[in-house]
């Protein structure tokens, strides 16, 4: 008699951790997950977080326990925080603990929502990261993430994965895989369905993944690190991926002991040193999987560098007086934000934009739909963009009241005594967005994606 889909599922999982467990593990998956937060590293005072500690992303995860709904407080839209699953987070906590992203330029190869591209910016000093999405459509969730959390190390594309290694191989010092997976670590969240499960598809899902990594090996430079992760339990998608890089020359690189997780599912020694898991009925979060691997080093004696185009900065033009809104020419300074000392200028189609890297490779220019901070809009009178929050200080911010703030985050309307002009609503010190006083009136210009 053919097996139902549920009890297949069930028997893969006895084979993998046992029936005790897999009965436990099912168990799991039929209760709802605990809701959780990354908080922003740059941003939150690691001595004012709350909540309970996600263990393996320890201090910035944290269980989410407060009533509200963590996108519905001011906090939220102030870009204090990423609402993001505790098994997603460990991925790049993994990787942090073996590799140092300072100065590094990385790519994440399947970004969106943006969950891990901006877990691995807010640890890039003088790096960026390329946050790639193939799907287009899914870019705009990317980019509001990322504006929200107030990065501006991040370059958005949205590419084929075998354009971009034909395009930069051997660019990037460090690759991120969040294969598409079958998604079975996330059946207690209800986004994906055990009913629509199938054996087949995870084979699919093995092939693609297969595929993607081969365009990711292409894209690491010699002696860069590779981070693979699913949300799966799948062996053929987890440990089978890793020994398919094994093959094909890449090192494992030892994840530490003390990471409060589980071990990879295998008998090969080189990928359990090098991968960690997440049972829902063991750590308490949704499934996941990480494996963290190293690129052979290159030959002394051969080039290290590419022969690309770059585009460069144009910061000196565009800090001219003539050409910069003036809320921003008296803030600048005093955001740190001259050339060379934490960033640069660029302009694309009208927009200008804050960059953390003074050059990029003119392919990542040409096919960028944003890179770093959006400031202003120079083909609508010099308008301010979201990101220019950045460059927020002295008189241009207007603290307002809490009732004001839950307004104006909601793309109401608030009632100010301003003299005509642009200034950023900010509360109790956290700027929120831009606005501007018309005669009497505001305009509210809190994204509208934003607005709750």
Same mark, same amino acid.
């Given at each position: ?49 709350? $909540? ?73 000093? $003088? ?301 109790? $010190? ?23």
């Amino acid at each position: 008699m053919k097996k139902n889909k549920e009890q297949q599922f069930f028997d893969r999982m006895a084979a993998s951790i046992g029936r005790d467990e897999a009965v436990q593990l099912m168990e799991s998956l039929s209760r709802p997950a605990a809701k959780s937060v990354r908080c922003n590293r740059r941003l939150c005072p690691e001595e004012e977080l709350k $909540g309970e500690i996600v263990p393996w992303n320890a201090p910035f995860g944290r269980y989410w326990t407060q009533q509200t709904l963590p996108s519905r407080t001011l906090e939220y839209a102030a870009g204090m925080y990423y609402i993001q699953e505790a098994g997603a987070m460990l991925a790049i906590a993994a990787a942090e603990q073996v590799v140092d992203f300072a100065g590094k330029i990385v790519l994440d190869l399947t970004a969106a929502p943006g969950g891990k591209a901006t877990q691995a910016a807010e640890l890039l000093t $003088g790096g960026y990261i390329v946050a790639n999405e193939v799907v287009k459509k899914r870019t705009a969730a990317l980019t509001w993430n990322i504006n929200r959390l107030r990065l501006d190390n991040v370059i958005v594309t949205s590419l084929p994965t075998a354009l971009l290694a034909r395009s930069l191989p051997g660019f990037f010092d460090i690759v991120i895989v969040d294969a598409p997976c079958s998604g079975e670590g996330l059946f207690q969240r209800g986004k994906h369905s055990l009913s629509k499960w199938s054996e087949k598809n995870v084979r699919f899902c093995a092939r693609r993944q297969e595929s993607i990594l081969r365009d990711a090996l292409e894209l690491l430079r010699p002696g860069g690190y590779l981070v693979y992760s699913t949300c799966t339990f799948a062996v053929e998608e987890n440990e089978n991926q890793v020994e398919f890089l094994l093959e094909r020359g890449l090192r494992p690189v030892p994840l530490p002991a003390r990471l409060p997780v589980s071990p990879a599912v295998t008998g090969n020694k080189k990928v359990a040193a090098c991968a960690r898991r997440i049972f829902p009925h063991r750590e308490g979060g949704a499934g996941a999987f990480v494996a963290v691997l190293q690129k052979e080093p290159r030959s002394r004696d051969l080039p290290t560098e590419m022969a690309l185009d770059y585009a460069f900065h144009n910061t000196r033009e565009i800090t001219a007086k003539a050409g910069f809104p003036s809320i921003l020419t008296g803030n600048a300074n005093k955001q740190d934000l001259t050339p060379g000392s934490s960033g640069y200028f660029f302009e694309k189609s009208g927009v200008v934009s804050f960059f953390s890297y003074e050059r990029v490779p003119v392919f990542l220019f040409q096919h960028s739909l944003q890179l770093g901070a959006p400031f202003f809009d120079r083909r609508r009178g010099n308008e301010l963009m979201f990101g220019a929050v950045r460059a927020a200080a002295g008189e241009a911010v207007i603290e307002v009241s809490e009732q004001d703030a839950e307004s104006y985050i909601r793309g109401e309307e608030i009632v100010l005594d301003l003299t005509a002009g642009k200034y950023f609503v900010s509360y109790r $010190g956290m700027v929120l967005g831009p606005i501007s006083a018309v005669g009497k009136g505001t305009v509210n210009k809190f994204p509208k994606a934003l607005q709750r």
